[in-house]
């Protein structure tokens, strides 16, 4: 991010603008929407502007920009159209102390000014950092159709009932009321007038005071493999909501940009073989947060279920009494098998897949390694690096081919996702090879299919 987005008080401060063509009519015609007091400097200006100097809303000089012009001001828009005569005012503003934009010049400017939905008092500002100017207005028009004109009628009401609002404590009921308020008592009275609103706003506030606390909760969370696009939509709700946030070491930091930026998010990351957070430390912060009243999502890697050691914190925090519930995420082997093109079963081949850890608590895990090792037996191996030398051990024990395919799928589903294609035979020399830093994914039984090899090899090459 090389543009830190701000939103910058103007009302009563001055602005300047240098310029009379349609540069400076496109920019005007924004900052007229503010109540800043804005002053232009331009030999020949517009029509436009002359109406707009002969109304009062702006002060226009009739001359170019001389020292002296930008003194006090906040902002200067240098855009008369000519590098040469833009590089000069622009100069001159620095020295006196504003910030400067040189229109259709991102490189010279110290701001930018994003395209920008307006439902004053709410505004969203949408920018590209200069790179894609019609993706920004693109976004901007998806957004105008979506956000309803009323909006800004309900924000400014909201706006003065504020300081009545805080009549309630502070933190969560004050978010389930304004909740309320935006998305369902709101709404439904703006159509009757600003006093149906202003009578519904008394109503719903003296119901918000009556109510009783809300109880702690825990939503334990799949957070998926790692891509912010396959995490459902029951999950993104659960991390809007969530006051507290206990993640795992495998949560991707896309997914982690979703929760509520007040939330207080708790690192417990465990590793295999590795430094990890003890199970009886999550168990107690997971009672500690609940019991406190707080909503608080335990985000798992995956889907919760499987190899999360679910069972425990479920059965910690039933021994305090304490609601929870599941939200079913996508598991690693799902996303890593769609991304070699295979299927965990296949009619004629395997009837069923079997889910294996590499290792548990006492070391390398073992298993039915002889059924595994019979012709045409697929096993998603989670947590398998480690334990691949352990793991072709045991199966070449138990008569396995040892040409049978093996894939590791590297980061499935992220931006930095590898393929490790091998055999039973090759596997521990291979994964040694490929020197694999992220949590992998061991397909035993499966070989990834050649237009998905193709197709993951183009992708890697765009992004190196």
């Not at 002060?59 to 170019?64: D, E, P, S």
């Not at 028009?141 to 004109?149: Q, V």
């Not at 009619?347 to 590499?358: I, K, Q």
Request: with cysteine.
């Amino acid at each position: 991010m090389d543009h830190f987005p701000i939103y910058l008080s103007t009302k009563g401060q001055r602005i300047v603008l240098s310029g009379g063509g349609e540069a400076a009519l496109a920019k005007l015609r924004l900052l007229l929407k503010t109540e800043a007091k804005i002053s232009v400097f331009a030999p020949t200006p517009a029509s436009e502007i002359a109406a707009w100097a002969d109304a009062g809303r702006l002060t226009l000089h009739t001359r170019a920009l001389r020292h002296g012009d930008v003194l006090c001001a906040k902002l200067f828009y240098a855009a008369d159209e000519d590098e040469t005569e833009d590089a000069r005012t622009a100069a001159i503003a620095r020295a006196e102390g504003a910030l400067v934009n040189i229109v259709d010049n991102l490189h010279d400017s110290a701001f930018i000014t994003p395209a920008i939905v307006d439902r004053d008092p709410v505004t969203i500002a949408i920018g590209t950092e200069g790179a894609a100017p019609v993706l920004a207005r693109a976004i901007k028009a998806d957004l105008e159709e979506r956000l309803p004109t009323t909006l800004g009628t309900l924000a400014r009401i909201g706006k003065g009932f504020r300081k009545m609002a805080d009549a309630l404590p502070f933190g969560r009921p004050r978010r389930d009321f304004w909740r309320d308020y935006y998305f369902a008592a709101g709404p439904r009275a703006v159509a009757d007038g600003k006093a149906a609103v202003e009578n519904a706003l008394n109503t719903l506030l003296a119901d918000h005071q009556t109510r009783a606390a809300r109880a702690g909760h825990i939503a334990f969370v799949g957070g998926g493999p790692g891509d912010p696009e396959l995490l459902t939509l029951k999950a993104r709700r659960a991390l809007d909501e969530a006051d507290v946030v206990i993640y795992d070491r495998l949560i991707s930091p896309e997914i982690l940009e979703l929760a509520r930026r007040e939330a207080l998010m708790i690192d417990v990351g465990k590793e295999g073989f590795g430094p990890s957070t003890a199970q009886e430390t999550i168990n107690d912060l997971l009672v500690e947060h609940a019991q406190a009243g707080a909503q608080v999502v335990r985000l798992k890697s995956g889907d919760a279920t499987i190899f999360g050691r679910l069972d425990e914190e479920i059965d910690a925090v039933d021994a305090h009494g304490i609601g929870w519930h599941i939200v079913p995420g996508i598991t690693s082997a799902s996303a890593a098998v769609a991304t070699i093109g295979q299927s965990l079963t296949k009619r004629g081949r395997n009837a069923s897949v079997r889910f294996l850890t590499g290792h548990d608590m006492k070391g390398f895990a073992d298993h039915d390694w002889a059924a595994l090792a019979r012709p045409g037996e697929v096993a998603a191996i989670y947590m398998g690096k480690k334990s691949a030398r352990f793991i072709q051990g045991r199966l070449l024990m138990h008569g396995a081919d040892r040409s049978t395919p093996v894939t590791l799928v590297e980061n499935a589903s992220r931006a930095d996702q590898r393929i490790v294609e091998t055999t039973l035979d090759r596997l521990p020399t291979d994964l040694n090879a490929a020197n694999l830093t992220g949590p992998a994914l061991t397909f035993y039984g499966l070989a990834p299919r050649a237009a998905a090899r193709a197709t993951t090899e183009l992708f890697q090459e765009e992004m190196a």
